[in-house]
T-cell receptor
Framework: RKEVEQDPGPFNVPEGATVAFNCTYS??????FFWYRQDCRKEPKLLMS???SGNEDGRFTAQLNRASQYISLLIRDSKLSDSATYLC??????????????FGKGTKLSVKP | SAVISQKPSRDICQRGTSLTIQCQVD?????MFWYRQQPGQSLTLIAT?????????ESGFVIDKFPISRPNLTFSTLTVSNMSPEDSSIYLC??????????FGDGTRLSIL
């Protein structure tokens, strides 16, 4: 089983749609969770951290369910500029290398006019 | 967040040669990392660059192939040695603190002929 698994995608949605991405992780000792966004041929950029209580940043809502080892990202009122690959990222923090991030393969979103 | 500069941004190299990639940060950072992103894949951690000591390599990566230096808290280099076409990839450095999100340089796109 892969350490971080995401929806296979791609998601093709019209402007204004609401879209949800799901992610599961296998390591129950995982300590912190993030969503990154990666545009084509660019580096990943942090979109938002994911907190146990759930958190919202404008049109973006992230949720974490530790019992089910499940993370989600909801994008409301999609914009053309939201088109990108969304990476689910988990910090497994083992040993002395507590910066070890495990990346999902990403879900590609394409928002159409 | 810190400004991270990578050089070169891209290169085309002959097989059997070596290339050193530089990562410069505009402020002192606790942790620096090197990742590889092969075509169509997600990011894989190569190693954690430790200031003043040998890097900590992940499974499947060895010092002879990917020597890393980190002489101070703002600079690191990754060398890709004796390159083959399989090394064609994007190489990214990132910076961060334990259990915090990492921020990435804009990557080095490497093609091996």
């Amino acid at each position: 089983r892969k350490e971080v698994e995401q929806d296979p995608g791609p998601f093709n949605v019209p402007e204004g749609a609401t879209v949800a991405f799901n992610c599961t992780y296998s390591n129950s000792a995982s300590q912190s969770f993030f969503w990154y966004r990666q545009d084509c041929r660019k580096e990943p950029k942090l979109l938002m951290s994911v907190y146990s209580s759930g958190n919202e940043d404008g049109r973006f809502t992230a949720q974490l369910n530790r019992a089910s080892q499940y993370i989600s990202l909801l994008i409301r009122d999609s914009k053309l500029s939201d088109s990108a690959t969304y990476l689910c990222v988990v910090n497994i923090g083992y040993g002395g290398s507590q910066g070890n991030l495990i990346f999902g393969k990403g879900t590609k979103l394409s928002v159409k006019p | 967040s810190a400004v991270i500069s990578q050089k070169p941004s891209r290169d085309i190299c002959q097989r059997g040669t070596s290339l050193t990639i530089q990562c410069q940060v505009d402020s002192q950072v606790t942790m620096m990392f090197w990742y590889r992103q092969q075509p169509g894949q997600s990011l894989t951690l190569i190693a954690t660059a430790n200031q003043g000591s040998e890097a900590t390599y992940e499974s499947g990566f060895v010092i002879d192939k990917f020597p890393i230096s980190r002489p101070n808290l703002t600079f690191s280099t990754l060398t890709v040695s004796n390159m083959s076409p399989e090394d064609s990839s994007i190489y990214l450095c990132s910076v961060g603190s334990p259990n915090q999100p990492q921020h990435f340089g804009d990557g080095t796109r490497l093609s091996i002929l």
